[in-house]
T-cell receptor, first 114, second 113 residues
Framework: NAGVTQTPKFQVLKTGQSMTLQCAQD?????MSWYRQDPGMGLRLIHY???????DQGEVPNGYNVSRSTTEDFPLRLLSAAPSQTSVYFC?????????????FGPGTRLTVL | DAKTTQPNSMESNEEEPVHLPCNHS???????IHWYRQLPSQGPEYVIH???SNVNNRMASLAIAEDRKSSTLILHRATLRDAAVYYC??????????????FGKGTKLTVNP
């Protein structure tokens, strides 16, 4: 199993540009989520999905869109990038929702918005 | 969301045990206690989790206080590869009924050779 994969590893955008961060998992997990991590901070939840076709907002959803058309993929879209979105983005997946499940994290995408 | 409190940083010597504390005085009866760690430039990695009883796995042990208001992650013999930020997290149920993990700033562990 490749686990959770994220592409690209690094990205530089100009203010106002759009892009999609890709996330895929091959563990048949129902639950997937996106976090952002700013320097010296913990992770903050952006959006999450409890299964194909179902998404919901996390703690900091503004400026980001998600969709879940398949179990495997959970892309994160920035429609109009802003410097405040400069951060490291982590995707995670989990077998289920209950508190005893472990989350598996991808290696992250480092995004800089100029 | 139930919050956790951890020291900002701790130091240890290689091959010595490390006890990383975490306070969670507002924990609810159904909250699981999770520990994750994040090595430099990597995504968080699961370490261990528990509900009420102490737990052991190949990476670490988790000691949970009887009143569940605090817990301690125990690394039995620290190695240089254990240098990381350790997060103590409570599972948190959102309004929609979904579980999520709420990360704090964690404890930065430095292991000295």
């Amino acid at each position: 199993n490749a686990g959770v994969t994220q592409t690209p590893k690094f990205q530089v955008l100009k203010t106002g540009q759009s892009m999609t961060l890709q996330c895929a998992q091959d563990m048949n997990h129902e639950y997937m989520s996106w976090y952002r991590q700013d320097p010296g901070m913990g992770l903050r939840l952006i959006h999450y999905s409890v299964g194909a076709g179902i998404t919901d907002q996390g703690e900091v959803p503004n400026g980001y869109n998600v969709s879940r058309s398949t179990t495997e993929d959970f892309p994160l879209r920035l429609l109009s990038a802003a410097p405040s979105q400069t951060s490291v983005y982590f995707c995670a997946s989990s077998p289920g929702l209950a508190g005893w499940y472990t989350q598996y994290f991808g290696p992250g995408t480092r995004l800089t918005v100029l | 969301d139930a919050k956790t409190t951890q020291p900002n940083s701790m130091e240890s010597n290689e091959e010595e045990p490390v006890h990383l504390p975490c306070n969670h005085s507002t924990i609810s009866g159904t909250d699981y206690i999770h520990w994750y760690r994040q090595l430099p430039s990597q995504g968080p990695e699961y370490v261990i989790h528990g509900l009420t009883s102490n737990v052991n796995n190949r990476m670490a042990s988790l000691a949970i206080a009887e009143d569940r208001k605090s817990s301690t992650l125990i690394l039995h013999r620290a190695t240089l590869r254990d240098a990381a930020v350790y997060y103590c997290i409570l599972s948190s149920r959102t309004q929609g009924g979904s579980e999520k993990l709420v990360f704090g700033k964690g404890t930065k562990l430095t292991v000295n050779p």
